[in-house]
């Protein structure tokens, strides 16, 4: 997995790939410096009018419901279709899905219209799509996953065509088959806002350079995302200057650092 | 209230209560930056079909109307009704008021509509919502307060029954019987945008830890958020790297900071 | 043009210019941020119902067709409308205009209906407005110009009657008679999103405090902008903490190292 990972970051910073996000406010500054530190192309397009047309040039699509509008999910949907069509990969990142039912219908109205090809988000947020089985607490994203989740996980990649990621303190990426499960990253990456939207643009990235095998190129996009957090933290352990030394990392982080500190592991 | 101000920081800290923010897109991820590194947990939602069940959920509503959209006062106005009847605490932040009709009458219905706990802004933008006896200048929030606007201050505290706080060279908190005199923070914060909606945030923040007394828990925002601002300036006085040492300084300050540095003095 | 370079400089520290923009959602904050460091009042409001009024306090409108909705169009006219009316400079800046139709026809409509005193993007979005004799290529910024390319930017300044303003390794600024070159600048400016649309925001400030020469003015800003970049790259060259280290640079630099660093050359 390491050398893959390497492999695939120098192919995003030799061809930067175009990846469309239609994002929340909150993020979209921030995401748009994450894909472009790592080396990709950015580009933040909301409008019915040209979601299609933009989704011709890109390499794969980021679809994110922070601060969500009703129409917006009309455009993620149009969009989907396109990528759909195209066969790029489709992020979904269902930030704050199980809070209100307007996020929760969004999600579940994307999934049932168009194919996404990975859904990113924490715990709380990819269970509220699962039935009442999987009781969820809140956002919490601190907690590590139990065997019943990882089952959970996997059945819901299965059923949905897609694979699941799930951020925590250990990460566990899914399709259903394999799981892969990421070590890397660090606490204080929850205290800055739009992390978790960063990787889910990262995961497109390296999803556009490897559309063959989404849950491995998103298992990578993980380990190199939480690497970055971990060099950037001891570069500084306060919120502020640790923001900006994560966008340094990702800059900079390159063959030998991921080859010697990934801590990315697949089990069956 | 040195002591209450860290008795406040800390219970954020501890109980990272949620702080539901309708804002404007400038500020949207500074003001979360802002709210996660002092220890309280944000949320950006403003569409009508969210805002009520979001709420639900929350220990503070802020409300701030800059880059305002006409359909956003309706989504304010329903979130302030459901926080007035969750009997949580509604900051409110005039933004531009008193420069445009769409931005006073905005305040206005909001004000009339709805019970807001906290008015925060600076004089010409408090002031513009008051008859004409008081003049304003444009947004110019480096005067110090005269005798005069002080008791036109608390006249509009009493008479909108609300706490009017005023951020100026020495900050002034009223609730029409009491005055907070606030002397920390610097010059350079209004060199860095998004500083006053972060305040407001932080004001929202204080008040849903005590919510027994707002005008004093506005007081204790005002004074940790200016000694952050005072810290920050210490590590760099130019504004690029003072905003992110500031948000560094929300982070790290701590009782002992606050006992020792905190200028802040109730009058009657 | 150095000597009036700073004087420019000087000028909007000492009266700080109000510049309105209608701007992306991506860039707002750093965008803001980017004018007051350089010593502007940034105001962002986009709301039909507030534009007219809100030029009416202003030095100078920036527009900027980013993350584009329809409607935001109409807002974009109204306000080009009343600038006009007013006689303060108006700036546009065509982000991804020639990407989508939605773009380039926003982008045609507003030069249309209204007067543009300043069109700045890269060479790809101003040839994007051009007949099909100039056949560019995707967002490329980093090629360095022709002489068959400038005689192109000279005659569509001269068709349109505004200045064409063009940013690549070294920039080119037109009225359709005289051209000024600007040298200064660096690649990682491109690894920071929003550095664009940051200097279109600036160009309306130079332009504000001389808008007896909009061309002239539009070249000391580019000027100035990238001296801000190449000191900045001194201090940082990764991109999280170089974009920290530009806006400290902005509000930094001054009379001496515009004197002697400036690359900016006028040719006929």
Request: proline share 3%.
């Amino acid at each position: 997995m390491n050398v893959y990972t390497a492999d695939l970051l120098e192919t995003i910073r030799r061809t930067s790939p175009l990846i469309h996000n239609i994002t929340n406010y909150v993020v979209m500054n921030s995401s748009a410096n994450i894909l472009l530190a790592a080396g990709a192309s950015p580009v933040m397009a909301h409008c019915q009018a040209e979601v299609e047309e933009m989704v011709s040039f890109a390499g794969a699509l980021v679809l994110n419901i922070g601060t969500l509008q009703e129409d917006w999910v009309a455009s993620m949907i149009l969009a989907a279709k396109a990528a759909n069509q195209k066969g790029i990969p489709v992020v979904l990142d269902p930030v704050g899905s199980g809070a209100t039912r307007l996020r929760t219908e969004a999600v579940k109205r994307i999934l049932r219209e168009s194919r996404v090809t990975v859904l990113r988000g924490n715990a709380s947020e990819i269970f509220s799509l699962q039935s009442a089985d999987v009781k969820t607490k809140g956002v919490d994203s601190s907690l590590d996953f139990s065997d019943e989740m990882i089952e959970a996980a996997k059945a819901m990649a299965s059923d949905l065509q897609c694979v699941v990621a799930i951020s925590g303190a250990v990460d566990c990426i899914t399709d259903g088959a394999r799981v892969f499960r990421v070590a890397n990253g660090h606490p204080l990456m929850t205290k800055v806002t739009g992390m978790g939207c960063g990787l889910s643009s990262i995961v497109g990235a390296f999803c556009a350079v490897d559309p063959s095998d989404p849950a491995k190129a998103t298992a990578a996009a993980f380990g190199y995302y939480g690497l970055c957090g971990d060099l950037a933290v001891k570069v500084s352990d306060t919120p502020g200057s640790f923001a900006v030394a994560f966008v340094d990392q990702l800059y900079m982080v390159g063959r030998s650092e991921i080859t010697q500190l990934l801590k990315l592991k697949q089990s069956a």
